[in-house]
């Protein structure tokens, strides 16, 4: 029920401007256009907690959503938008490294990745950021609809080997919003990150 009352909160463009820094969070990142706003809605059952978008880019900023008084989701802008400039580019990894590294409330990081294209270098970035920041991370691989079964235990066996020779607190699961298929594995394992 904690995921069903989540309520949009604030976004902010920098770490400052972040909601205060206690309690539990976790944050959704990935590729632009990978999933990640469609995979915060299902886990919530809300349909447009978090907007999504066709055109790739559509969240630019951090995107706080409260599921009480101590815990958070937060939808973080997309990677590898090639359309963006390159300074915002350069900004935008300032700022996510400063998130991943200074955000005490940080508890865990879904790692959502295009099960058609997983681990792109910017989700080995992510991967190695959260290896140094000793943050566990759920490689997060959906849109499991768009393959058939035997390929997405293939995607998923080989990127679980990648995730877990990172960190072995990692973990890998598979997704789908459009079939709502992985959402009791995604609370599962956020709750053990938010202690709920
Ligand atoms: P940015 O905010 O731009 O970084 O994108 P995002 O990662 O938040 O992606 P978003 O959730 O907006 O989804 C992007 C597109 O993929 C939309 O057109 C969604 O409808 C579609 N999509 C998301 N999840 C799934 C899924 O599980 N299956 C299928 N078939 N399509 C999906
Ligand atoms: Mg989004």
């Keep these: 029920p904690i995921y069903q009352g989540a309520r949009f909160l604030t976004a902010a463009a920098r770490l400052e401007q972040c909601p205060v820094d206690q309690g539990r969070e976790v944050a959704f990142s990935g590729r632009s256009n990978a999933g990640k706003s469609s995979v915060i ?3 919530c059952h809300q349909n447009a907690l978090a907007r999504t ?3 790739p880019g559509r969240t630019q900023q951090m995107v706080f959503f409260q599921l009480d008084d101590s815990r958070r ?9 090639a359309k963006v400039p390159e300074a915002l580019k350069r ?16 508890v865990g990081l879904v ?6 294209h997983p ?8 991967l190695r950021w959260g290896g140094r920041a000793n943050l566990p991370i759920l490689a997060l691989l959906t849109k499991a609809d768009k393959l058939k079964s035997g390929a997405v235990r293939t995607a998923e066996r080989m990127v679980e080997r990648v995730v877990t ?19 009791g594995v995604v609370h599962h394992i956020l709750d053990r990150w938010l202690e709920i």
């Design 41 to 43: 809605n299902t886990i």
């Design 53 to 55: 978008s066709k055109t």
């Design 73 to 81: 989701l937060v939808d973080l802008p997309g990677y590898g938008y």
């Design 91 to 106: 900004d935008w990894q300032t700022q996510m490294s400063a998130y991943l590294e200074q955000r005490r409330s940080l």
């Design 111 to 116: 790692l959502v990745m295009d099960i058609r």
């Design 119 to 126: 681990l792109t270098e910017f989700d080995q970035h992510m």
């Design 165 to 183: 020779a990172e960190q072995e607190a990692n973990q890998v699961a598979t997704f789908s919003s459009l079939r709502r298929h992985g959402v």
